[in-house]
């Protein structure tokens, strides 16, 4: 092989490498903006609780960084427990309007509100279960101190159920948790994104940690509910996943289910579910079920109280 040719396969394989990490940098800062970037729905049209016949009150309150949140608060003056509800990713708290009545229906308190940047409420830092841990707590406490004689539960869904795991490891307040679609880890949970659209987690993985730790502040390993879910104990946990989500694997409910302390978790696998998709399946039967949950756990008190 002469030089020349030499030379112009060594620029070819430079080129390639080149393009290869520019790809991998634009799919990890693709991963990093879907994650954390601020984004709001172009028409702020959406349903409250007037549609389905309830009066609710509205709640301002501001998480610890300063951020304005609003909720929607259902109360029931005979209640002994307040249902937190969270949303999801990208979601809002019209989204709790199926779940949130029909447990006020069952004779709870519900309390569904809006995480930073999302509904109502005002922006600030976002990430996946990050940051979003600050305005639950900060719901926590404004159900606290507007219902300081009842038990607050937290009913929760896919980045809300990992930001309600989180929470209630280092809030003793949260009394009963139910987690529906929550994921085990980050990390896996990005991976598993990339990995719909047939690229190779393994390598785009660590690039959309880097670039998510750099433009936003924050490592993919600081969000790892699998890592905390044994210190919940001896609170209850309903655990709730479809065996068909393509979002969050059913495998990081099995992962989350065995992590936990002896005990503490009742896992019901849906079949024939995706992603947040129990409710929808069987309205009446998710709602009895939660109720049937929080009923027969009123007896538990909030770790160390």
């Avoid at 601020?38 to 009150?57: A, K, N």
Wanted: hydrophobic residues 45%.
């Amino acid at each position: 092989m002469n030089a020349a040719r030499r030379r112009r396969i060594a620029r070819t394989a430079g080129l390639v490498s080149t393009g290869l990490g520019l790809g991998a940098a634009g799919v990890g800062a693709t991963a990093a903006w879907i994650l954390n970037a601020p984004r709001r729905p172009d028409l702020p049209y959406t349903f409250t609780p007037f549609e389905v016949g309830l009066e609710e009150e509205t709640a301002r309150f501001e998480a610890e960084d300063g951020v304005s949140l609003v909720g929607w608060f259902l109360d029931d003056p005979d209640a002994d427990t307040v249902v937190i509800c969270c949303h999801g990713h990208r979601g809002n708290k019209s989204d709790m309007l199926g779940v949130g009545p029909g447990l006020h229906r069952a004779g709870n308190a519900v309390f569904m509100f809006d995480f930073r940047g999302n509904g109502d409420s005002g922006d600030g830092p976002q990430s996946l279960a990050l940051h979003e841990q600050l305005d639950l707590r900060a719901a926590v406490d404004w159900v606290a101190q507007r219902r300081p004689d009842v038990r607050i539960a937290v009913v929760a869904f896919s980045m809300g159920a990992a930001t309600a795991l989180l929470t209630a490891v280092e809030d003793p307040r949260i009394a009963a948790l139910v987690l529906d679609s929550p994921f085990a880890t980050m990390s896996d949970v990005v991976g598993a994104g990339i990995r719909q659209f047939r690229l190779p987690p393994g390598q785009l993985v660590p690039v959309a940690d880097l670039v998510n730790r750099v433009r936003y502040g924050y490592r993919f390993a600081e969000v790892r509910p699998i890592d905390v879910i044994d210190r919940i104990a001896p609170r209850p946990i309903l655990l709730v996943h479809g065996r068909d989500d393509h979002i969050i694997p059913f495998s990081h409910a099995e992962q989350l289910a065995a992590a936990a302390a002896p005990g503490t978790v009742e896992f019901v696998p849906c079949p024939g579910v995706d992603h947040c998709g129990a409710y929808f399946a069987d309205r009446p039967g998710y709602i009895a079920r939660l109720a049937d949950f929080l009923r027969r756990t009123a007896h538990h008190s909030p770790a160390g109280v």
